[in-house]
């Protein structure tokens, strides 16, 4: 057997309904459903989503933001990130229901793309990347 796909990133909210709303209205994902799962004491909520990966990162000569994160966490999940097809339009639209970013503008990522992050305190504390190829 092989590992065939990302099935899926978990984050843990202090309001369901709250990230919900979120997830589907700020971001434009499909809802697909609650689930309780009692055995674990959880309820969920999925949005799936077509063709991911996994990142991984680490610190560039042992410097920079990720080199704190390690240094305070020793590793874990750092970020999710979106792709989009219009990020000015989507800062412009985020910031406007009151989201807050890490820069001003874009910037430049990996693979040539457009990225900005949103401050995890606009997202129950997850980091959250929005990125857009320049190929479009």
Same mark, same amino acid.
């Given at each position: ?25 700020? &971001?434009?994902?499909? &809802? ?15 949005? $799936? +989503? ?14 920079? $933001? ?63 990347? +929005? ?6």
């Amino acid at each position: 057997m092989m590992i065939t796909g990302l099935d899926h990133i978990a984050i843990a909210v202090p309001d369901l309904e709250k990230a919900i709303s979120r997830f589907m209205e700020d &971001f434009g994902l499909a &809802f697909n459903g609650k689930e309780d799962v009692k055995s674990a004491k959880t309820s969920t909520a999925f949005f $799936p +989503l077509d063709k991911t990966q996994i990142e991984l990162v680490h610190p560039l000569n042992g410097e920079g $933001p990720i080199q704190k994160y390690i240094e305070k966490k020793g590793g874990g999940m750092h970020h999710l990130c979106f792709r989009s097809d219009n990020i000015e339009e989507d800062i412009e639209r985020l910031t406007a229901k009151g989201y807050q970013f890490l820069s001003d503008a874009p910037t430049i990522g990996a693979h040539n793309c457009k990225v900005i992050f949103i401050h995890p305190k606009s997202c129950d504390g997850v980091l959250i990347e +929005l990125n857009q190829s320049m190929d479009h």
